[in-house]
C-alpha cells in the first residue's frame, strides 16, 4: 500500500475519523454531503491541518503519527483546489516551475519541466500567459500541471471541477482522466459530483459526520449501496429492512417486494428511479409495490424529469418530460407511485 | 498655541511635564476656555486674555491667579510663547487684552494702532546668564568655556528675542560656541539643559531662577552682557485689562518679577 | 405584463426615481463641497497670499535648500527603513493570531495617536544623553543622538513606521492564505512563501503604505523640534524651517510651504501612476 492512513481531527461541530488506504497509481474518490469532513481530511493528509490522532504514511514513509508531524513542504504532496490559486504574478510557467524551483532544481531545468508539463496537458502555448489572462477551464490545467510537476507521492484534488462552467467542465474532466491515467502516484480526490468519482475513480470512499460510511468499486457502490447518501449519489432508491422470506424486504414503512433474493434477516432494497411509474389515481390491477405519494419537486434535465416523491416510502421517480406535461406535475400534487417486483434488487445489509 | 488657565498652568510644573506644555504650546491651535463660576451670587464674569513672553510665564501664572482670587468671576487666561510669535498673533487679530514681551523690538510688530486705546509701561529688566545641567557636565565657568568644542550648546532661535541677545553677547565676547540647536523659545532651550541634552545655554536671567535647582547659572560679567526691557502693553481699557496692567505694574507685580529673578525697570 | 405596457410604465417610475436621486444628491452634495472647501481653502489660500515675485528669493535664502534636503534626505531613509524593518512586522501580524498580536498592534496605533511632543519627549527619554538607551550609548562611545540628522530620522520613524505597518498588515491580511498553502505543498518555505508570493501580491499596499509614511515623516514637526532640535543644515528639517522663518518673515515662510506643497504633490503623483490608487 503506498497510502496507508487514519485521519483524526477534532472539528467544532463533528470529529472527523477516516481511515484511507491506496496503492500507487490508484485514484480514491472521497465523497460526501457538504460539511462531512472531506476537505479537513485532504488538508490533514497536505500537512495543513494537525491531527488529533492516526497517522499518515505514503510510500513506507511516516509523514505523520507516533510524534512525526511533517510540515507541508516536508511532504510530496501535490494540491488543487476548485479555484486554482495560480499565483497571479507570476506567469503560468512560472507558476508550474515555482514547485520544482522550491525543491531544487535548477531555474533551466525547472522551467523545462514546467513546459513539458503544460504541454502535456494541452496548454503549452500559454506559457507566457499569466493567470488574468487564461480562462477558467486553463486556469485549472495550469493549477493541475504545478500540483504535478513535483512528481508528488500524493496528489490531492479538492473539487478541482465543481467551479468551471459546464461547457469546459467535460473537456478538463478529460484531460484529468488522461493525466491520472500516467500518474504514478496515489490521487486524493474529493468531490460531490458523482459523475467526477464515477469516471476518474479506481475506488469510492463515502464520508458522512466524518466517518467513512461505505467504500469500494464504483461498480460495486452503484450496484449495491448501502447508505441514503450513496444511494442518492449514484441515484437509486434505496431502503434498509428485513428479508422475512424470499421476495419482501419489510421496511419500517412496510413490504417492498423484490424480485426474490436468497438472504435472509438486515437487507437492503433498491430499485432505479427509471423503473418508477407515476398515476394520478390508483392504477388497475395495481402492481404489488404501490405507494401514495405527494410530489415534493420536479427537476427537469433534458427529455427527462426526476420527480422527488415523500410518502410513507420517499421514492425518486425518473420520467420523460412529456409525462411531466401531460400528468402536470408538480410540487404539493397527490400520486401513486409503482415498481415492479422484477426491478427491485434485494441484498444482504 | 495653548492657552493654559493660569491654575492649570502652575499645577502643572516641574521637568517632563513643563517640557511637554511648553513645547505643545509652539504647535497647537489658539482656544480661550470659558470659566465656571462657583458662586450663586450675580457676578462680573470677564475674561483679560494676556499673551505674554515664555520667561515670563512664572510671575505673571502667580499673579494672574492673584488677580482671579482678588476678583471673583474674572479669569486671567494666559498664553506664552516667544515675544516674535505673539506679536505676530496679535497683528494677524488674535483676541489679546494684555501682551507683555522680552525686548522692545517686538513692539515694531504690533500693530500702529495697538496702544491708540490702552497704553504702555516697562515692567522689568533681564540679563543673559549661562544655564549648565546641575552638575555642570561639560565643566562651565565662564563665557569663554562656550567656545570649547567638545561643548554641546543650545540657544533660541535667531528670530526670537533671547536668540538674538544670546546671538549679541557671544559676538561681543567673539565666541563661537558648538550649538547644536537653536529652540524655537527660552522655555525649550532651557528644557534642553534640564534634560541634560546640552551641556549649556545662554538664557535670560529669570529663567535660571525660575528653574530652581534644576539647572545650574553661570553669571556672565556685566560688561560682557546685555539687558533687556519688558514692555507691557494694554490694548484698551476695560476694567479688567488695566485692572490686571496695574496689578503687574505695582508693588505686587515688582515683587513677583524680583521673585522669578527679573531686575527692577 | 405585456410586452407594450413595459414602457409606459417604466417612464413616470424612470422620472420619479431621478427626482429622488436629485434630491439625494443635493442632501450629500453639499456636506461634500464643504469637506473639499475645507481642505481645498488653505491650499489656495496658500497661493492666494504667495509673493509671487519675491518666491525665487526667499528659495535662494541660505536656510531653505539645506532644510528641504535634509527633509528629502531623512523621510527617504525613513521609508527605507520602514520598509525594510515594517514589512516583516505587518507579515507576522497579518498572519499571527492571539492576545500577543491583538497587544503588539495595539502598541503600535499609539504612535498614531500620541500628540506628536508627546512622542518627541519619549524619544529623549529613550535615546536622549541621559535616556534609557542612549544614555549607556554615550558612557561607552561618546555618541550622542540628539541634535542630530539620525535624531530626525528616529523621529519620524517613530511617527511614520505605525502608519506603514497598519497598512501594510492590511494589505497582507487581505492576500488569501491559501496561496501560502499551496506554496507550501509545492516544497517552499516558509520564508520562500513569504518573499516569493505573499510580498509581491502585497506590493501595492506596500506602495500605499510607503507613501502614507513618508507623506507622515515629511510633515513632522514636533517630536523632531522636540527631540532633534532645529540646527539649519543639520537638524532642521523642512517644517521647521518654515516655523522659524514664520517669525522672522512671512512672506518667505509661505515660499517654503510652497516648495513643499510643490514636493509632495510632485512625489505623490509619481507613486499615483505606479501603486497608489
Not at chain 1, 419500517?252 to 432494497?269: D, I, K, L, N, Y
Not at chain 1, 410513507?312 to 421517480?317: E, G, K, Q, S
Request: charged letters at 20%; hydrophobic letters at 50%; aromatic letters at 4%.
Amino acid at each position: 500500500m503506498s497510502l496507508d492512513t487514519r485521519l483524526c481531527v477534532e472539528r467544532s461541530t463533528f470529529t472527523l475519523d477516516t481511515s484511507l488506504a491506496a496503492a500507487s497509481g490508484e485514484v480514491v474518490a472521497v465523497l460526501g454531503p457538504n460539511g462531512a469532513g472531506k476537505t479537513t481530511a485532504l488538508h490533514a493528509l497536505a500537512g495543513l491541518a494537525p491531527l488529533s490522532g492516526g497517522h499518515v504514511r505514503v510510500a513506507g514513509r511516516l509523514w505523520e503519527g507516533e510524534g512525526t508531524h511533517l510540515p507541508p513542504q516536508a511532504r510530496s504532496t501535490g494540491l488543487v483546489a476548485a479555484e486554482h490559486l495560480l499565483f497571479p504574478h507570476l506567469s503560468a510557467r512560472d507558476n508550474v516551475a515555482f514547485g520544482p524551483r522550491s525543491r531544487g532544481t535548477s531555474r533551466a531545468a525547472a522551467r523545462r519541466r514546467a513546459d513539458d508539463e503544460l504541454d502535456r496537458l494541452g496548454i503549452g502555448d500559454l506559457a507566457d500567459r499569466r493567470p488574468s489572462a487564461l480562462s477558467h477551464g486553463q486556469a485549472q490545467r495550469v493549477a493541475l500541471a504545478r500540483a504535478l510537476a513535483t512528481d508528488p507521492e500524493l496528489l490531492l484534488l479538492d473539487e478541482p471541477l465543481s467551479a468551471l462552467d459546464p461547457v469546459s467542465r467535460p473537456a478538463v474532466r478529460a484531460t484529468l482522466a488522461h493525466r491520472l491515467r500516467a500518474f504514478t502516484g496515489v490521487t486524493v480526490l474529493v468531490t460531490h459530483d458523482p459523475l467526477d468519482a464515477l469516471t476518474l475513480a479506481d475506488r469510492l470512499v463515502f464520508v458522512e459526520g466524518g466517518r467513512v460510511v461505505q467504500e469500494g468499486t464504483p461498480q460495486e457502490v452503484v450496484a449495491r449501496p448501502r447508505d441514503r447518501y450513496v444511494a442518492d449519489v449514484v441515484g437509486l432508491n434505496l431502503y434498509a429492512g428485513e428479508a422475512t422470506d424470499g421476495e419482501v424486504v419489510q421496511t419500517p414503512a412496510g413490504p417492498v417486494v423484490t424480485a426474490g433474493h436468497e438472504h435472509r434477516g438486515p437487507s437492503w432494497a433498491a430499485f432505479s428511479p427509471a423503473a418508477v411509474a407515476l398515476y394520478l389515481s390508483r392504477p388497475e390491477g395495481s402492481p404489488r409495490n404501490t405507494w401514495p405519494v405527494t410530489v415534493a419537486a420536479v427537476e427537469l434535465a433534458g427529455q427527462t424529469a426526476r420527480v422527488r416523491c415523500t410518502g410513507d416510502l420517499d421514492v425518486t421517480a425518473e420520467v420523460t418530460a412529456t409525462s411531466v406535461a401531460s400528468l402536470r406535475l408538480q410540487p404539493g400534487l397527490q400520486a401513486w407511485a409503482t415498481v415492479k417486483a422484477s426491478e427491485v434488487r434485494a441484498y444482504p445489509a | 498655541m495653548t492657552r493654559l488657565r493660569a491654575r492649570a498652568a502652575s499645577r502643572l510644573r516641574g521637568g517632563v511635564v513643563a517640557t511637554l506644555l511648553l513645547a505643545t504650546a509652539v504647535t497647537g491651535g489658539c482656544t480661550t476656555e470659558s470659566r465656571l463660576t462657583a458662586g450663586g451670587a450675580p457676578q462680573r464674569t470677564s475674561t483679560v486674555t494676556v499673551l505674554a513672553a515664555a520667561s515670563l510665564t512664572d510671575p505673571l501664572t502667580s499673579l494672574a491667579r492673584q488677580y482671579e482670587r482678588a476678583h471673583d468671576g474674572v479669569t486671567v487666561a494666559l498664553s506664552f510663547g516667544s515675544s516674535t510669535t505673539l506679536a505676530q498673533q496679535v497683528a494677524e487679530g488674535a483676541p489679546a487684552d494684555v501682551v507683555a514681551f522680552a525686548g522692545t523690538p517686538a513692539l515694531d510688530q504690533l500693530p500702529k494702532d495697538a496702544t491708540d486705546q490702552g497704553g504702555r509701561a516697562t515692567i522689568a529688566r533681564n540679563t543673559m546668564e549661562i544655564a549648565t545641567p546641575p552638575d555642570n557636565p561639560g565643566g562651565v565657568r565662564s563665557l569663554a568655556d562656550l567656545a570649547r568644542p567638545d561643548l554641546d550648546v543650545v540657544l533660541c532661535a535667531s528670530t526670537v528675542p533671547c536668540g538674538k541677545a544670546a546671538d549679541m553677547v557671544l559676538s561681543r565676547a567673539g565666541i563661537t560656541p558648538h550649538v547644536v540647536s537653536r529652540e524655537v523659545d527660552v522655555k525649550a532651550t532651557l528644557a534642553k539643559v534640564r534634560l541634560g541634552e546640552a551641556d549649556a545655554a545662554v538664557v535670560y536671567h529669570s529663567d535660571v531662577v525660575s528653574a530652581g535647582d534644576t539647572v545650574k547659572g553661570v553669571v556672565i560679567p556685566t560688561a560682557q552682557n546685555t539687558t533687556l526691557d519688558y514692555p507691557l502693553v494694554w490694548l484698551n481699557t476695560k476694567p479688567d485689562t488695566t485692572g490686571f496692567a496695574e496689578l503687574v505694574r505695582g508693588t505686587e507685580g515688582r515683587a513677583a518679577l524680583t521673585r522669578a529673578g527679573f531686575l527692577a525697570p | 405584463m405585456t410586452d407594450a405596457a413595459e414602457p409606459m410604465a417604466a417612464e413616470p417610475v424612470a422620472a420619479g426615481r431621478i427626482r429622488a436621486a436629485g434630491g439625494t444628491r443635493l442632501g450629500l452634495l453639499a456636506p461634500a463641497g464643504l469637506a473639499v472647501a475645507l481642505v481645498a481653502l488653505p491650499l489656495l489660500a496658500l497661493l492666494l497670499r504667495a509673493d509671487w515675485g519675491h518666491v525665487l528669493d526667499h528659495l535662494a535664502d541660505p536656510a531653505v535648500l539645506p532644510a528641504i534636503r535634509l527633509s528629502l534626505l531623512t523621510t527617504t531613509t525613513t521609508v527605507v527603513l520602514a520598509v525594510v524593518l515594517g514589512t516583516p512586522l505587518a507579515w507576522l501580524l497579518a498572519r499571527a493570531q492571539g492576545r500577543a498580536a491583538a497587544w503588539f498592534r495595539a502598541l503600535l496605533t499609539v504612535p498614531l495617536v500620541l500628540p506628536p511632543v508627546v512622542g518627541g519627549v519619549a524619544l529623549l527619554m529613550a535615546w536622549g544623553r541621559r535616556g534609557v538607551v542612549g544614555g549607556p550609548l554615550y558612557e561607552a562611545f561618546g555618541v550622542r543622538v540628539p541634535f542630530t540628522p539620525v535624531a530626525v530620522v528616529l523621529a519620524e520613524l517613530f511617527v511614520a513606521m505605525p502608519f506603514y505597518v497598519i497598512a501594510v498588515e492590511g494589505a497582507m491580511r487581505s492576500v488569501d492564505p491559501r496561496f501560502e498553502h499551496v506554496a507550501a505543498t509545492l516544497g517552499a518555505s516558509p520564508w520562500r512563501s513569504f518573499s516569493r508570493v505573499a510580498l509581491p501580491l502585497a506590493v501595492p499596499g506596500m506602495a500605499a503604505g510607503a507613501a502614507l509614511a513618508w507623506a507622515r515623516a515629511l510633515g513632522e514637526f514636533g517630536a523632531t523640534i522636540t527631540f532633534a532640535g532645529n540646527f539649519a543644515g543639520r537638524t532642521q528639517t523642512a517644517p521647521l524651517a518654515v516655523y522659524v522663518a514664520l517669525e522672522r518673515d512671512p512672506q518667505a515662510a509661505v515660499s517654503l510651504s510652497l516648495a513643499m506643497l510643490v514636493v509632495s504633490i510632485v512625489v505623490l503623483a509619481l507613486l499615483r501612476g505606479r501603486w497608489v490608487r
